[in-house]
């Protein structure tokens, strides 16, 4: 069970919500690799939580650094699973080094179902409006072709368990 050294740098990509540090984990695991979340390495980086920098600076500073984060990152050379914000997706060149240095899983789950695994959340602000499935629907109109172009693959999950999505990018992953 090894994943080829090509695509032994990989990043997952998606929604906020669609599972992408879940299953990160675990394919972290099963791979033998690093696993690192973009988001906790920018949140480190800054020295306060994503969301108090996003209110206190604006989403243009914390998407610079957003950029910085996923510049590094993805000139590593060594073995990484890499979790993604779901917002990465929204500047050019973290889709061209995302895209051009690791192989990119683009974890598809439906806004309806994120809804209701998320319903409890209250860590996710995006989330707290009164209707959090349209606003995952309204986010995926406006981000999936950029998922689109960053991903190398697209794993629907609607549906699935966290291991029958370890699976699916595992039977992709994997060499035969």
Request: charged share 25%; proline share 4%.
């Amino acid at each position: 069970m090894h994943v080829s050294e090509l695509a032994s740098r990989i990043a997952l990509i998606g929604l906020p919500g669609c599972g992408k540090s879940t299953i990160g984990r675990q394919l972290a695991r099963l791979w033998s690799l690093p696993f690192v979340d973009s988001d906790l390495v920018i949140e480190q980086r800054l020295g306060c939580s994503i969301r108090e920098y996003f209110e206190r600076e604006g989403e243009q500073a914390f998407r610079d650094v957003e950029a910085q984060v996923i510049d590094e990152l993805t000139q590593v050379r060594t073995g990484l699973l890499l979790s993604t914000g779901g917002g990465v997706v929204l500047r050019e060149e973290n889709r061209r080094h995302l895209h051009e240095r690791v192989q990119v899983y683009y974890l598809k789950c439906a806004p309806e179902d994120i809804a209701v695994r998320l319903r409890n959340d209250l860590t996710r602000p995006l989330l707290q409006v009164g209707d959090p499935a349209q606003r995952l629907r309204d986010l995926l109109q406006q981000r999936e072709p950029f998922y689109l172009q960053a991903a190398h693959h697209v794993i629907q999950t609607t549906g699935l368990t966290v291991a029958q999505a370890v699976q699916r990018i595992r039977m992709q992953a994997e060499p035969a």
